[in-house]
């Protein structure tokens, strides 16, 4: 993860670019890192870092007890769980991760956008780093600002992760 992070980074900022912002990704990463230097590649990483535990621990453990239980019921009329019992609790497990790591994720992605563009943004300092972020979204949007997106994220996730754990 802390290896590819930069790659997080720059392909948040090729997204958000406006048109001929930069030639490649490694005009993007040349810019970057001369606007803020070498940090700038890991903006956002302590969130993601944290978001991580929650999320795995949450998806793997709602996963393994939803799945446990619905063998249970099968095995009790000498069945086997089908596959879309089994892609079901992938799914729901998905969710109840992603709706505790969520917040971290967006703060992650709204200071990837950041990227090497601190001078030029003109953001207060407390909506530069993690913290300060989250109180601000707190302060300005309430809780629900902190999962902006959120819809977009299940649709993408949640049948990725679901086929995956059917596969495991």
């Known amino acids: 993860q802390t290896v590819i992070y930069p790659l997080e ?6 997204a958000l670019r406006k048109t001929g912002e930069f030639k490649s990704i490694f005009d993007c990463a040349k810019k970057i890192f001369k606007a803020d230097g070498v940090k700038v590649f890991y903006k956002g990483y302590w969130p993601n870092l944290f978001g991580i535990i929650p999320y795995a621990g949450i998806d793997l453990a ?6 446990a239980y619905c063998v249970e019921k099968y095995v009790e009329e000498n069945r086997s769980p089908n596959a879309l019992v089994l892609l079901s609790c ?3 497990s998905s969710c109840c991760g992603q709706l505790a790591a969520y917040p971290l994720a967006l703060i992650r992605t709204k200071l990837q956008s950041q990227a090497g563009l601190s001078g030029k943004l003109g953001l207060p300092a407390e909506q530069t780093h993690t913290l ?6 707190i302060r300005t949007e309430g809780l629900k600002g902190l999962y902006r997106g959120i819809v977009p994220n299940f649709c993408k996730v949640a049948p990725a992760v679901s086929i995956s754990y ?3």
């Open 62 to 67: 709602v996963y393994e007890t939803l799945k």
């Open 9 to 14: 980074v720059m392909k948040t900022r090729l």
């Open 90 to 92: 992938g799914t729901f």
């Open 132 to 137: 300060g972020l989250f109180r601000y979204i």
């Open 166 to 168: 059917y596969v495991y």
